[in-house]
T-cell receptor, first 112, second 117 residues
Framework: GQQLNQSPQSMFIQEGEDVSMNCTSSSIFNTWLWYKQDPGEGPVLLIA?????ELTSNGRLTAQFGITRKDSFLNISASIPSDVGIYFCAGHRWTGANNLFFGTGTRLTVIP | GAVVSQHPSWVICKSGTSVKIECRSL??????MFWYRQFPKQSLMLMAT?????????EQGVEKDKFLINHASLTLSTLTVTSAHPEDSSFYICSAREQGQINEKLFFGSGTQLSVL
């Protein structure tokens, strides 16, 4: 299946710093989603974006749906230790049975 | 939010045995459930789409006779790894879409770590 390219692959940051990660695709998506996965757990939905150009916040998290509909970014402000985990973007379109495609993931480590 | 329960959380089995993993939607009905496999440090890869009352749809390269899926009710789908081998060791995750919703929001189980000795 199609895979979305996510960068960076991993990040090591100091507590309190801001974080930015992005996701790109060669294809257009109708919806972009961002998930967080803790070790040994399933992904948890953080933010869903439905319109090109849309900017949405959820607490310290902000995500944007790219104008081209082929990319999205996620920002985390003032990081805290519990932000540690793997962040996945996912793109959704209405064609075909497999209509949710996951990014390659960004592994975030926050140093206290 | 909706809760998806996956059981067991981890399982260790001998090579050649079969393992069953359950995925339940606790507070909603799910006509469609999805099964993913995730290898260490990799993304989720869709294995199959499970539809209540009908045969599952498998992704290319996934052996349907090895990974048996049953979705007999609106709240339960099971994945059975038959004649498991060490290369089947992986993290298996299910997700569910609420009945009547054709939206993109999937609710994920907490995953099952399978280790085949």
């Amino acid at each position: 299946g199609q895979q979305l390219n996510q960068s960076p692959q991993s990040m090591f940051i100091q507590e309190g710093e801001d974080v930015s990660m992005n996701c790109t695709s060669s294809s257009i998506f109708n919806t972009w989603l961002w998930y967080k996965q803790d070790p040994g757990e399933g992904p948890v939905l953080l933010i869903a974006l439905y319109k090109a150009g849309e900017l949405t916040s959820n607490g310290r998290l902000t995500a944007q749906f790219g104008i081209t509909r082929k990319d999205s970014f996620l920002n985390i402000s003032a990081s805290i230790p519990s932000d540690v985990g793997i962040y996945f973007c996912a793109g959704h379109r209405w064609t075909g049975a497999n209509n949710l495609f996951f990014g390659t993931g960004t592994r975030l480590t926050v140093i206290p | 939010g909706a809760v998806v329960s996956q059981h067991p959380s981890w399982v260790i089995c001998k090579s050649g045995t079969s393992v069953k993993i359950e995925c339940r939607s606790l507070d909603f009905q799910a006509t469609t459930m999805f099964w993913y496999r995730q290898f260490p440090k990799q993304s989720l890869m869709l294995m199959a789409t499970s539809n209540e009352g009908s045969k599952a749809t498998y992704e290319q390269g996934v052996e349907k006779d090895k990974f048996l899926i049953n979705h007999a009710s609106l709240t339960l789908s099971t994945l059975t790894v038959t004649s498991a081998h060490p290369e089947d060791s992986s993290f298996y995750i299910c997700s569910a879409r609420e009945q009547g919703q054709i939206n993109e929001k999937l609710f994920f189980g907490s995953g099952t770590q399978l280790s085949v000795l």
